[in-house]
């Protein structure tokens, strides 16, 4: 299957500072990448979604100028969360889909941040 | 309004056993595509099987079934003679045909397998 990418695997970051999360889908264009949220034991939750050279789409309840995403080439997705704080540390997931695979998202392997 | 329950938390067998990990699910979609994702302690996702809603075939692959049943809105899974490999979180997730970018996850049932 395809493969999809994530960097860094881990981060610890103090409160206040801004991290980047990158999601490369390696051997595919990606039209559309997701962003999903998963905090210990919980399942995985939505962010957004985003299409190369537009901008992101945000669900309800998911802050834009926290969580900010930039989908500029086909390959490249980044997700970075400003002004972090203890509350942000949970599990980051992308996912990436290319339009000849109808349906079927691959994850990348996943990044977890730690904000102290 | 779309669900998944998977009412089972956690499941431990002992390697050589069968286990089925439950998946409900609820939509007013009559198109619509259920799956299931294997996430190990490494944490990605590995996607495990698609079925569209109107396939109702159960299906095996190797040591793996799924049982799909749209009169009870089910979609359950099987493995068979469990291996130490195979513990992991399993999740099951549901997505409306109309609208593909809507993976809706439930919360997942964490399966050890001891030897």
């Known amino acids: 299957g395809a493969v999809v990418s994530q960097h860094p695997s881990w981060v610890i970051c103090k409160s206040g500072t801004s991290v980047k999360i990158e999601c490369r889908s390696l051997d595919f264009q990606a039209t559309t990448m997701f962003w999903y949220r998963q905090f210990p034991k919980q399942s995985l939750m939505l962010m957004a979604t985003s299409n190369e050279g537009s901008k992101a789409t945000y669900e309800q309840g998911v802050e834009k100028d926290k969580f900010l995403i930039n989908h500029a080439s086909l390959t490249l997705s980044t997700l970075t969360v400003t002004s972090a704080h203890p509350e942000d540390s949970s599990f980051y997931i992308c996912?990436?889909?290319?339009?000849?695979?109808?349906?079927?998202?691959?994850f990348g392997p996943g990044t977890r941040l730690t904000v102290l | 309004a779309q669900k998944v329950t998977q009412a089972q938390t956690e499941i431990s067998v002992v390697e050589k056993e069968d286990v089925t990990l439950d998946c409900v699910y609820e939509?007013?979609?009559?198109?619509?595509?259920l799956f299931w994702y294997k996430q190990p302690p490494s944490g990605e996702l590995v996607f495990l099987i698609r079925?569209?809603?109107?396939?109702?075939q159960n299906e095996i692959s190797g040591r793996y079934s799924w049982n799909f049943q749209k009169s009870t809105s089910s979609f359950n899974f099987t493995i068979t003679a469990s291996q130490v490999v195979d513990s992991a979180v399993y999740f099951c997730?549901?997505?409306?045909?109309?609208?593909?970018?809507?993976?809706?996850f439930g919360t997942g049932t964490r399966l050890q397998v001891f030897p």
């Open positions: 997730a549901l997505t409306p045909s109309y609208n593909t970018d809507k993976l809706i």
């Open positions: 939509t007013r979609d009559t198109t619509y595509y």
């Open positions: 079925r569209n809603s109107f396939d109702e």
């Open positions: 996912s990436a889909r290319e339009d000849s695979s109808y349906n079927e998202q691959f």
